[in-house]
């Protein structure tokens, strides 16, 4: 193989796997990162913790976030333990909620930014306290980013209501010294339905985020060509291929797109394509699989197999 041939092929290979974890009440086979899956060969491995959530007071969202996830799986010390130990970790927290039960919907917008902007900043900085008292760490920070992730946003909120509230909120926080080392990576997790609420927020702040991680599993799939047709136009709807990540999922619940479609449209684009990363939904899923005869993290184990030996 020529010079310009292995070139070629190190552009092509993806460089970022993420993984939520904390999402759902632990199964007995997970109390902490699922570490045994982080690949050295891959330059990145993120684990997003989730939820932050926020209260809610007569149906309207206040943006008084708290974290949802065990602390004690997921403590400042585990973090601190494991990226210690894997240089290529990182750990993103996750902003919204799973389900109808956490929609956006902001009582008072000034308000709500304020609130969130204090709260988020709490729940990052009970982890980088512990970084203060402990500087045996290759790392600046123990928490590296966000994700916001709403999978419902109330009908009275346009597009602009959720960028300018989300946006500030970001802007804010990558501003604050206090927290800014935190906020390294910034990703959004659209889906079919909300697309045109995501694209906005992505529009209007596209130089404040890092990453679109779209559901591919949220939507009907049923071939390799549908799952390249819809890449392709997502690649359009956020003006290039280089911040798409795409998106599985293992909860047995999900069930609009086979696993296998998606293993057969990663491999084309990683044939073909420049696709940066992608990301399973999720940790407690993989390590609980519904069947005895699959073993857990089996599909990560194909996806990560697919990054490194293409």
Request: one cysteine or more; aromatic letters at 16%; charged letters at 20%.
């Given at each position: 193989m020529s010079d310009h041939s292995q070139n070629i092929k190190t552009v092509l290979r993806p460089k970022i796997f993420r993984e939520y974890v904390g999402v759902k009440d632990e199964p007995e086979t997970l109390d902490d990162f699922p570490v045994n899956i982080i690949h050295d060969d891959v330059n990145q491995f993120h684990f997003i913790l989730g939820f932050a959530t926020e209260a809610y007071k007569?149906?309207?969202?206040?943006?008084?976030?708290?974290?949802?996830?065990?602390?004690?799986?997921?403590?400042?010390e585990k973090v601190f333990e494991h990226k210690k130990k894997y240089?290529?970790?990182?750990?993103?927290?996750?902003?919204g909620g799973h389900g109808p039960k956490y929609p956006f919907n902001p009582k008072e917008k000034k308000v709500w930014i304020f609130n969130a902007t204090s709260s988020i900043r709490h729940i990052i900085q009970?982890?980088?306290?512990?970084?203060?008292?402990?500087?045996?760490?290759?790392?600046?920070?123990?928490i590296d980013g966000i994700d916001i992730n709403y999978e419902y946003i109330d009908s009275s909120v346009t597009g602009a209501d959720f960028s300018n509230c989300i946006g500030e909120v970001i802007k804010r926080l990558k501003k604050d010294k206090h927290v800014s080392k935190s906020m390294?990576?910034?990703?959004?997790?659209?889906?079919?339905l909300l697309q045109a609420h995501y694209r906005t927020l992505f529009w209007?702040?596209?130089?404040?985020?890092?990453?679109?991680?779209?559901?591919?599993?949220n939507q009907t799939i049923s071939t390799e060509n549908e799952f390249d047709e819809l890449y392709n136009q997502l690649v359009t709807d956020y003006g290039g291929e280089l911040k798409l990540l795409v998106g599985v999922s293992t909860d047995p619940s999900d069930t609009k797109m086979k696993r296998q479609v998606f293993i057969e449209g990663v491999t084309r684009l990683i044939n073909n394509k420049?696709?940066?990363?992608?990301?399973?939904?999720?940790?407690?899923?993989?390590?609980?699989?519904?069947?005895?005869?699959?073993?857990?993290?089996?599909?990560?184990?194909?996806?990560?197999?697919?990054?490194?030996?293409?």
């Open positions: 007569d149906g309207k969202g206040t943006g008084h976030f708290i974290r949802d996830w065990n602390f004690d799986y997921f403590s400042p240089k290529n970790m990182k750990v993103m927290i996750t902003i009970d982890y980088e306290n512990y970084l203060v008292n402990d500087n045996s760490c290759h790392c600046t920070s123990i390294e990576y910034v990703s959004i997790a659209p889906t079919e209007d702040h596209k130089m404040n985020i890092n990453y679109v991680d779209y559901k591919f599993y420049s696709l940066p990363g992608l990301f399973v939904w999720s940790a407690n899923d993989s390590a609980n699989p519904p069947s005895n005869d699959i073993e857990p993290y089996i599909l990560e184990e194909i996806l990560l197999e697919l990054f490194t030996n293409n």
